[in-house]
């Protein structure tokens, strides 16, 4: 979607190093998620934004951390890499609290931890 | 918390013939309901929802789902599908009396497979 994109695309990373991906929208939505995808679970919720500076955490929290200091990014840190975090990771925005639109995903960012 | 449960996670279905995705949500509290669709390699695309109303919901590329209170679910159907339709689908819910951030919690994801 133009409105929101994720960098980088793909990323090959080693076991222990630190990962930042990035999610930037043009939309100027105040809601901002992010997801992984795993086969067999879906997408399920690591962080999410509520405003700049104003974060909180999701289900699969552990070992993520995430950061906003404008509202168009929202940026995710994996601060020690390992396997386990090997996933597809989405980032979405939402306009709404409600999110009665449901909301607007990126195009998602490969990860292979070796 | 609420959870789905989308009852099949691969389903092969011949072209031009219909299709039922099952989806069945925790809670029988108000929720909203939403279908994605995810295309190889591209994010997920809002298909349909379900905030209130009729319980039937028509959504794009001709696929519609019909929201059932009594056994919590919301299927989603489409009478003909097309090779083009080849892709995975998610049902995912949220509640609306949550305060604040209103967070979609999504299934485990059916995979498409249309074969000519």
């Known amino acids: 979607d133009a409105g929101i994109t994720q960098s980088p695309r793909h990323k090959v990373t080693e076991t222990g190093t630190p990962v930042t991906l990035r999610c930037h929208q043009t939309?100027?939505?105040?809601?901002m998620y992010w997801y992984r995808q795993d086969p067999g679970h879906g997408l399920r919720l690591i962080h999410y934004?509520?405003?700049?500076?104003?974060?909180d955490k999701g289900e699969v929290s552990d070992g993520y951390s995430v950061s906003r200091s404008k509202t168009e990014d929202f940026l995710l840190t994996l601060e020690s890499a390992t396997s386990s975090q090997t996933s597809v990771y989405f980032c979405?925005?939402?306009?709404?609290?409600?999110?009665?639109?449901?909301?607007?995903f990126g195009s998602g960012t490969r990860l292979t931890v070796v | 918390a609420q959870s789905v449960t989308q009852l099949d996670s691969q389903v092969p279905v011949f072209e031009e013939a219909p299709v039922e995705l099952r989806c069945n949500y925790s809670?029988?509290?108000?929720?909203?309901l939403f279908w994605y669709v995810q295309y190889p390699n591209q994010g997920l695309q809002l298909l349909l929802k379900?905030?209130?109303?009729?319980?039937l919901v028509k959504g794009i590329n001709g696929f519609e789902a019909e929201f059932n209170k009594s056994q919590t679910s919301f299927h989603l159907r489409k009478p003909s599908v097309h090779i083009s339709d080849t892709a995975e689908y998610f049902c995912?819910?949220?509640?609306?009396?949550?305060?604040?951030?209103?967070?979609?919690?999504f299934g485990q994801g059916t995979r498409l497979t249309i074969n000519p």
């Open positions: 979405a925005i939402s306009e709404s609290m409600t999110a009665i639109d449901g909301y607007t």
């Open positions: 939309e100027n939505h105040r809601y």
């Open positions: 934004s509520y405003g700049v500076k104003d974060t």
């Open positions: 809670s029988s509290v108000s929720v909203y």
């Open positions: 379900y905030l209130s109303g009729s319980t």
């Open positions: 995912a819910v949220s509640d609306p009396r949550v305060q604040g951030a209103q967070k979609l919690v």
